[in-house]
């Protein structure tokens, strides 16, 4: 299975400044397609999870344009330009080829 | 609107099983296919697998091969999720959560699990 690493496990950020995670594949999850099969997922407390960001870049409907993702192949970046008080909770980056692995998690508060 | 809704809440034994359903609605059944996902408390999510809407295809995770079982039934719209020989780690939330991917090997699309279920909490104790 490809494991999915990601850094910091959590973070600390004041209202108005950026936020940046990474995470990394054990495996390119470039396809021929030219599509990196790698999602963004954030859990709020008490919520079931919400997409965020699919195939690397893309924003998923309803999602404010203040997240953002890059990457290719194996190393990927969750970006939130300006962080909110509502963007606190747990967020997981996710391989989609084949059998899907969650990365570990980073937990995002508010300073 | 587009819902996923699951059934309640399980309390088993170990060495039972449980089926948990997740009803659809909104879009068309067949357009997609649905992944289960669980997270244990205070832990993380896990992938357990995914199965095919369209042609009842489905891909496990490696560590549920034998135990786990992925079913469609079209006429209801649902879609279910039967683990058998629980065991004490096996109590989490299960989600069950929609994928545009219709089929096992590439080419697929995929564009990300876009609408999730509320969750079911089982619970195996003695």
């Known amino acids: 299975d490809i494991v999915m690493t990601q850094s910091p496990l959590s973070l600390s950020v004041t209202p108005g400044e950026p936020a940046s995670i990474s995470c990394r594949s054990s495996?390119?999850?470039?396809?021929?397609?030219?599509?990196?099969?790698l999602d963004w997922y954030l859990q709020k407390p008490g919520q079931s999870p919400q997409l965020l960001i699919y195939?690397?870049?893309n924003r998923a409907s309803g999602v404010p344009d203040r997240f953002s993702g890059s990457g290719s192949g194996t190393d990927f970046t969750l970006k939130i330009n300006k962080v909110e008080a509502e963007d606190v909770g747990v967020y997981y980056c996710?391989?989609?080829?084949?059998?899907?692995?969650f990365g570990q998690g980073t937990k995002l508060e508010i300073k | 609107q587009v819902q996923l809704v699951q059934s309640g809440a399980e309390v088993k034994k170990p060495g039972a099983s449980v089926k948990v359903s997740c009803k659809t609605s909104?879009?068309?059944?067949?357009?997609?296919?649905v992944n289960w996902v669980r997270q244990a408390p205070g832990q993380g999510l896990e992938w357990m697998g995914w199965?095919?809407?369209?042609?009842?295809?489905?891909n496990y995770a490696q560590k549920m091969q034998g135990r786990v079982s992925m079913t469609t039934d079209t006429s209801t719209r649902t879609v279910y999720m039967e683990l058998r020989s629980l065991r004490s780690d096996d109590t989490a939330v299960y989600y069950c959560?929609?994928?545009?991917?219709?089929?096992?090997?590439?080419?697929?699309?995929?564009?990300?699990?876009?609408?999730w279920g509320q969750g079911t909490t089982v619970t195996v104790s003695s």
């Open positions: 959560a929609r994928d545009s991917r219709l089929y096992t090997n590439f080419p697929y699309s995929h564009y990300g699990m876009d609408v």
């Open positions: 909104g879009y068309t059944f067949i357009s997609y296919g």
């Open positions: 199965v095919s809407t369209y042609n009842d295809d489905t």
């Open positions: 495996q390119s999850v470039l396809q021929s397609n030219g599509d990196n099969y």
């Open positions: 195939l690397g870049s």
């Open positions: 996710m391989q989609a080829l084949q059998t899907y692995t």
